[in-house]
């Protein structure tokens, strides 16, 4: 019978310390009597170091008293959740406490949850900057729309053709940055739920067809655009992902153009090769004064009065740059201009799918 239960105390220990649980026995002193290897892999500390150690030496103050006085209660059972640091690094786990038969200690059985917890601190980021997202939506739809009722009304009673004509620009101006807004609305969401897809994509054919878009949109004649990109690499990536980073990065540079100076521009000069995409915007146009360099890549960040969207346009051109894995570098000189460098991994050896 012996050999029979020195069999089941071995299957018993290589059952525990091959698991990712941590398994502590504590007795009544609550000391600590047996570590499972995995205190090792967690901890980066040999199990036999915690051996005689207190286990509330690891127990945050403030839950001591609670779990002593359920722990002496002869509470058959109980469950909590802790935030260890090691190292460093933050660690969760679910801690389960199991009394051992006659009372004769406990069993401290911890369960990764780390990432789980990790999971649900992002969610509930996300649920707050949805929330944000929605309240602004409202918000910034609402004051073109009253702004537009206004003109409506003004237009409709007027018999002056010069004074109509003129509430018909203001209520266009009022659309087009209405229908900016709604882009940047989708651009957010499309970047948040659809995951990365690969396709091949001409950078020439998405520029020059967003520059005309943009200078029609904003009916702009007088700003010259010039576009040298090196396409001798075919180049595979998310195509919508790569015209939300172009459209947004053109428009702000059409946006914020200097009216005072004699001849605006904006270069777009690029390259692909087997590695990556790069990309440089560069204008002439107002600059990004000084204060406001560290901050312009914030959501709803707006560096001067002359904003005229959401504040969401170099936010979305970030966050969608970051889930293809790229890079993106932002200098200006106040009043002198501002250069967009983007670098952008090529997929040509990756799958359709890279999320």
Known sequence: MSNSGDGFEGIFHEIVDNSDDVILLVDREFKIRYASAATQRKFKKDSLVLLGKNVFDFISADKRVQWKSCLRSNTPQFSEDIRLEILG??????????????????????????????????????????????????HDLKAPVSSMLGLVNLAERTENKEE?????????????????????????????KFSVQRSKISLTDIIQSEVEHLKNLHQVRNILVEINVNEEVEFYSDNVRIKTVVTNILS????????????????????????FCGLRFEDNG????????????????????QAQGSGLGLYIVKDTIERLSGTIVMRSNYGVGTTFEV?????ILQPSEVE
Not at 170 to 183: A, E, G, P, Q, T
């Open 89 to 138: 690094q933050k660690l969760y786990f679910e801690v389960n406490v199991l009394t051992l038969r006659n009372g004769i200690g406990w069993v401290f059985r911890l369960y990764d949850i780390t990432e789980r917890k990790i999971r649900e601190k992002k969610l509930i980021v996300k649920n707050k900057q949805l929330d944000h997202v929605l309240y602004k939506t409202i």
């Open 164 to 192: 109509r004509e003129q509430y018909v620009s203001l209520i266009r101006r009022s659309l087009v940055k209405m229908d900016s807004f709604i882009d940047e609305m989708g651009d957010f969401f499309r970047n948040e």
């Open 252 to 275: 702000n540079a059409i946006k914020y153009s200097d009216s005072r100076k004699e001849n605006p521009f904006i270069k777009i000069t690029g390259f692909v090769d087997e590695e």
């Open 286 to 305: 107002i600059g990004v004064e000084p204060e406001h360099s560290e901050k312009i890549f914030d959501m709803f960040f707006r560096a001067t009065s």
């Open 343 to 347: 670098q952008i991994p090529n997929q």
